[in-house]
């Protein structure tokens, strides 16, 4: 079974700095994608960046950018020039591929604080 | 547009009501789903319906009865429910089979089961 691993509960971060989400992941499949998702208090579930796991390059969405190491099996989010609104909870996310209505893995998540 | 909306937003039921929550998209996607989340715990996948076909169900206990009428429309029935069912639950969208597949989500109906 797949599983994700996000090993920080809560990250917190000065406004205009950088911080990295860490996020792992262990599947025996080869056709995969990920993603990350934040959830900011309003609760609603956004969608912030996703990666095929058969492009090696990192995806990258504005401020956003991830840190794609397929070997390792990790998948991290860095956001640069945080703002206030980054305030959330992040989610990592595995599917695995062959079918698009296939089931999201998620992490446990991950606080960020963005302080002003 | 990538615009799932949900009613309603808040549900307050007794454990022998019955209540239905509905969940609409107009992006012509195909594939729906009901999350449940608990306060700071990730969404737990509940049911996925492909072509408005029941195609995954997490094992979700009968109380909880899910329907799409059609490829936007995607209901979840509410019979006889504990009080640890209270949650928000989630609706999600995904495109067609052959692109990324990602799923938008709805803001959700906070459920309180009394």
């Known amino acids: 079974a797949q599983t994700v691993t996000q090993s920080q509960p809560e990250m917190s971060v000065q406004e205009a700095e950088t911080v990295t989400l860490s996020c792992t992941y262990d599947?025996?499949?080869?056709?995969?994608?990920l993603f990350w998702y934040k959830q900011p208090p309003s609760r609603q579930m956004i969608l912030v960046i996703r990666?095929?796991?058969?492009?090696?390059q990192n995806a990258t969405e504005n401020r956003f950018s991830v840190n794609f190491q397929k070997a390792a099996k990790s998948f991290s989010l860095k956001i640069s020039d945080s703002q206030l609104g980054d305030a959330a909870m992040y989610f990592c996310a595995y599917r695995a591929g062959g079918t698009s209505y296939g089931k999201l893995t998620f992490g446990q998540g991950t606080i960020l604080t963005v302080h002003p | 547009d990538t615009e799932v909306t949900q009613t309603p937003k808040h549900l307050v039921m007794g454990m022998t009501n019955k209540k239905s929550l509905k969940c609409e998209q107009h992006m012509g996607h195909r594939a729906m789903y009901w999350y449940k989340q608990k306060a700071k715990k990730p969404p737990e996948l509940m049911f996925v319906y492909s072509y408005e076909k029941l195609s995954i169900n997490e094992s979700v206990p009968s109380r909880f009865s899910p329907e799409c009428p059609n490829s936007s429309l995607l209901n979840l029935h509410l019979h006889a429910l504990q009080p640890e069912d209270s949650a928000l639950y989630l609706c999600?969208?995904?495109?067609?089979?052959?692109?990324?597949?990602?799923?938008?989500f709805g803001p959700g109906t906070r459920l309180t089961v009394t």
């Open positions: 999600a969208s995904s495109p067609e089979a052959g692109v990324l597949g990602e799923q938008y």
């Open positions: 599947t025996s499949e080869s056709d995969y994608y």
């Open positions: 990666q095929e796991a058969y492009k090696q």
